[in-house]
C-alpha cells in the first residue's frame, strides 16, 4: 500500500479492509513515515478532535513512554475525542498517567506475573 492511500482514520474504510492490506499499511508506515500525524474521523454527535499522532516503531513507542510530559494518557487515548467524563466512567488503566497508573499496576501486576 502506497503511503499516500493510508488512512488509519477511516473507520469504515481502512479498518474493513482484509488484515492483510492493514498489515501491509503498517508495514509501509514503519519504513517511510514511522510518526505520522491524521486527522480524526469525523463523527456523529461529538465534536471534531484535534487530531493524532501515530507511533508506529517499536523504539519510537518505548521512547514516547518514556516522556510523560511529552505524551500522556490520562486526557484519554480514545479517536475520536470524548468528554473527560467518559474517560473517568469508562476508564481503564490505559488511561491513567503516573502516579495513579503506578498505583493500579502494582495491585493488579502479580495477576499477570508468572
Known amino acids: 500500500m502506497k503511503l499516500g492511500q493510508i488512512n488509519l482514520s477511516g473507520i469504515d474504510e481502512f479498518w474493513a479492509l482484509p488484515m492483510e492490506d492493514r498489515v501491509a499499511a503498517f508495514n509501509t508506515l514503519r519504513n ?3 510518526v505520522r500525524f491524521f486527522e480524526e474521523a469525523v463523527t456523529p454527535y461529538l465534536p471534531p478532535g484535534p487530531g493524532y499522532w501515530a507511533i508506529t516503531r517499536h523504539a519510537d513507542v518505548i521512547e514516547a513512554s518514556k516522556n510523560p510530559q511529552l505524551f500522556c494518557s490520562g486526557s484519554g487515548v480514545n479517536i475520536p475525542d470524548v468528554p473527560p467524563e467518559f474517560n473517568e466512567f469508562f476508564g481503564s ?3 491513567m498517567d503516573d502516579p495513579r497508573h503506578a498505583r493500579f499496576r502494582k495491585i493488579v501486576s502479580a495477576g499477570f506475573t508468572p
Open 32 to 34: 517511510e513515515d514511522p
Open 93 to 95: 488503566m490505559i488511561n
